[in-house]
């Protein structure tokens, strides 16, 4: 007789638990921002998130349309009352910013919706930009947690 086959079946989700990924969002207030208009804002929320304790964020768009004057924190990342840090990196020139957050002594993790931080954008020049965010995230345990991106495209006239 043949052996059995003992592997994990190939279309199985990887990581069962967690079937559905966490959503990071990007929400502009409007697709068209106005040269010398702003700032602003645009929250950056996640959805669906299971036990998120660690988290590392790249945001990035096109330097020549827009500029990140500010990045606040959000709540999410705190709830339960946990300390977290936040420490937002801003490269202007390349368009870029980068966001670390992470839970403080924390065996719980963040679950469900909410704010992970909010960018302050000028809008400097006529052009479009594709503003998008990737990144990853973690348990408590560090295990890695599966997110999902949608990048939103912004005109400046």
Not at 58 to 87: C, E, H, I, K, S
């Amino acid at each position: 007789p043949q052996p059995r086959d003992t592997l994990v079946t190939p279309n199985a989700p990887p990581g069962a638990p967690q079937a559905t990924p966490a959503q990071i969002i990007l929400t502009v207030p409007g697709t068209t921002f106005q040269v010398a208009g702003g700032p602003y804002t645009v929250p950056l929320s996640i959805n669906n998130a299971s036990r998120a304790s660690v988290m590392t964020l790249t945001v990035t768009y096109n330097p020549n349309v827009l500029r990140v004057r500010n990045v606040q924190d959000g709540t999410f990342m705190r709830q339960g009352g946990v300390a977290a840090t936040f420490t937002p990196q801003i490269d202007a020139a390349a368009g870029r910013v980068d966001i670390a957050i992470t839970r403080t002594g924390d065996q719980v993790g963040a679950s469900g919706s909410g704010l992970l931080a909010a960018l302050l954008f000028d809008a400097v020049a006529p052009g479009s930009s594709i503003v998008s965010v990737n990144g990853v995230a973690s348990t408590p345990e560090g295990a890695a947690l599966t997110l999902q991106f949608s990048p939103v495209t912004v005109t400046v006239r």
